[in-house]
Each structure stands twice: as C-alpha cells, then as structure tokens.
C-alpha cells in the first residue's frame, strides 16, 4: 500500500504575534484547516481506502480469488422469478475478465457475488453521503424502480462493496405498456439484464480486489473496446497500481488513449515525473499537454513533491503555451503550494485582467484557475 503524502505550506508567526494572545486563534484557525485537509486526502483515492479498510487476514484472501460463487435473485410484483438468463450474463462477464465461475453454494469458491434484481427496488432507508455513496452507480435511496444491486461476501462476511443499476424508466408497468409488452415483471428484468452487460461491474471488482494483472491483461487484448481501455487505465490509476507503469507508457502512443494514460500515471509514483514533463513540453496537441500538466499536479500534491514546480513555472512563462494548457498548469500550482510560484502567478493575472472579453469561456477559466492558484500559494494574509 502506497501512503498518501500531503504538503501544507503555512505562514510562521513571529514570537510576538505569539505572546500578543493570538495563540489560541492560530489553533482555532490552523487545526481545523489541517484536520479537513488530511479527511480530503484520505477520500481522494477509492482503491487505497478499499485496501486500508481490509484485515491482512482480507487482503490475503482477496488476492488469492479465482473462483467466484454467483448468487443472483429475481422479484417482481408477482414474486420470485426464473434468474438463470441474468445469471449466465453475470457469469459470462466474470469469464471475460478470466474468473471461475460457481451456482451452487456447495461447491468450492473463494468469493460470493450476490446479484439482486427487483421490479420495484425495496427501500433500504437513509443512504449514507460523501465518497463513492455519491457516484452514478451508488445505491440511491430516491429510486424507486427497477434496479439490480450488486454486493459480495468475503468468508461470509458482506463487505461494504455495493453498486447498483437502473433501467431508463422508473414504472416498469407504464413501460411495458408502451412497448406492449404482456409482463412488467419479465419486461423490467430484461432491462436490468442489458444494463448489467453495459455494466462494468467485473472490472470494478477486479480494481476492488486488487487484481491489476487481470486489467493489464485485457488492456493488451485486441477485443477490448477504446472505451474499456479508457476504464481499465482509471481504475489502474486509482489502485495506484505502480505496475502498470509500462502497459500506461505503450498506451501514450495512442492519441485517443493518451489523455487518460497520463491521468493515470499522474496517481503512481514519483518516476513518472520525467516523463510527464516530457509530454508536456513535447507533445504536438495541446489537450495532451494539458493532461500532463494537471498529472503533474496531481502527482506533486499526492507525495508532497515540489520539484514539478520549476517545469510548471517555465511552462506558464511560456508565451507560446496555450490558454488551455495554462489553464491546467495553473491548477496544477495550486495544489503544490510554493512561494516560487507567487510572482510569476501574479504577472499572468495581471496580463490576463487587462483582457476585457465576457464572452472568451477559455479566458474565464483561465482566470479562475489562476486566480485560485495564487490564493492557494500566496497564504500570508489568509493568516494575519
């Protein structure tokens, strides 16, 4: 597990501001910045927060799955129907990523990975808020349609895993009408079962539980999708997985993968600073510049580096970086906060405000990324 590193860049107080009483300001106003700021960076990576919440005892046991006991159940209005055809999709999707697959209870497995399909979902109470509770795919307390929620059980015990599927429409009777067709039930099911083969749920399990090698794998097949690639790298980069440092390299040399390759390596480790830079100072397209740019942020910020703020600063001085590559080169400041980055953030602002232009939307956020840059680097009167 790779810890995550934040740097914070707080203005020293003289002994007689100190002595003047103002000690228990500066607590009421330090401590609690300090405290929110180590809450944010501990929700930043979901992968790291997954492994963290594991036993070692868990993480062992997560390593070694291969084979997956499959537990699917279907409710409609008229109670429990037939769930072999969901089923087997669930199944296929699991073989695809190269998992064994069990129905039966009795049989040998490692893991258990519950499906349930309802007609009309059954409320389950007040969700909880904040992280991934908030994500598309998160189980939500407002939907009151037809839904499958998609859970699993480590030795028994339910993990606090849990994502959800929806179809388009919330009344499943209304619907079937209007295809005309003669079940609701069976109608809302087969919904439910092409949103779970759109779903990629096998490749969030496999991110879960670890198993980069499975991801690298089908990021080399020439049956995966752009689309599926683009989702591979995310997670990669999410589970900080410093292994797939070599697949993300060969992945650059694909202008439609490109950008994501480099937000992924942007969440690994230190050794991909050079290259980064490198992108950004050679890359021909300006969106791959940006990209490596806002990677460079955000490597920086994840382990307190701040040799990536020379090649920021050269890039912002540049007169030919373009507004969208400043743009990122400037949130990227940001969030490495240094003192070297102060003047030269307050000489683009100064030229940036002379520009009158309402309508300019790359000038606006410009604007704002630089303006939030110098607030973030430039903290002396946020404290006196």
């Known amino acids: 597990m790779k810890p995550m590193r934040v740097t914070y860049y707080v203005k020293k107080w003289s002994r007689q501001e100190w002595n003047k009483g103002n000690r228990y300001t500066v607590l009421l106003v330090i401590v609690p910045i300090l405290l929110s700021c180590v809450v944010l960076s501990l929700l930043k990576s979901p992968g790291w927060a997954y492994r963290e919440y594991f036993t070692p005892e868990q993480r062992t046991q997560l390593e ?5 006991l499959v537990d699917v159940l279907t409710l409609t209005e008229k109670g429990t129907t037939n769930s072999t055809s969901l089923a087997d999709s669930v199944v296929q999707r699991l073989a695809d990523v190269g998992y064994s697959t069990v129905r039966d209870s009795g049989q040998a497995h490692d893991v258990v990975v519950r499906v349930k399909c ?3 979902k059954t409320w389950e109470g007040t969700a909880v808020t904040g992280g991934d509770a908030d994500l598309p795919d998160a189980p939500s307390r407002l939907w009151k349609g037809p839904a499958c929620q998609l859970t699993y059980l480590l030795g028994g015990l339910k993990i606090k895993w849990q994502k959800e599927v929806r179809t388009e429409f919330e009344d499943a ?7 005309q067709a003669p079940d609701a039930g069976r109608y809302a099911m ?14 969030l399990l496999a991110a879960e539980w670890g198993h980069a090698d499975r991801l690298m794998k089908l990021l080399d097949s020439p049956d995966t999708s752009q689309a599926r690639k683009i989702k591979i790298m995310s997670l990669l980069g999410e589970m900080q997985a410093d292994e797939a440092m070599p ?32 992108m950004m100072n050679t890359s021909p397209q300006p969106e791959v510049q940006a990209a490596a740019a806002k990677a460079l942020g955000q490597l920086g910020g994840l382990h307190g580096d ?4 020379l090649p920021l600063l050269a890039k912002l001085q540049d007169p030919k970086t373009e507004w969208s590559v400043l743009t990122e080169v400037a949130w990227a400041l940001g969030k490495i906060p240094d003192k070297r980055s102060i003047q030269p953030l307050y000489d683009l602002d100064k030229k940036l405000q002379a520009i009158r232009d309402p309508d300019n939307i790359p000038l ?7 303006f939030w840059a110098i607030k973030q680097c430039d903290t002396w009167d946020q404290f006196s």
């Open 190 to 203: 087969a919904k439910l079962q092409e949103a779970l083969e759109k779903y990629e749920f096998p490749l």
């Open 64 to 68: 070694k799955i291969q084979t997956v």
């Open 173 to 179: 009777v209304a619907a079937a009408q209007t295809a």
């Open 118 to 120: 309802e007609q009309r």
């Open 364 to 370: 606006k956020k410009l604007k704002e990324a630089v």
């Open 306 to 309: 701040a040799s990536v703020v």
């Open 247 to 278: 697949k993300l390299k060969e992945a650059l040399k694909d202008r439609n993968l490109a950008k994501q390759a480099l937000a992924a390596i942007g969440n690994l480790g230190r050794d991909g600073i050079p290259l980064l830079v490198e």
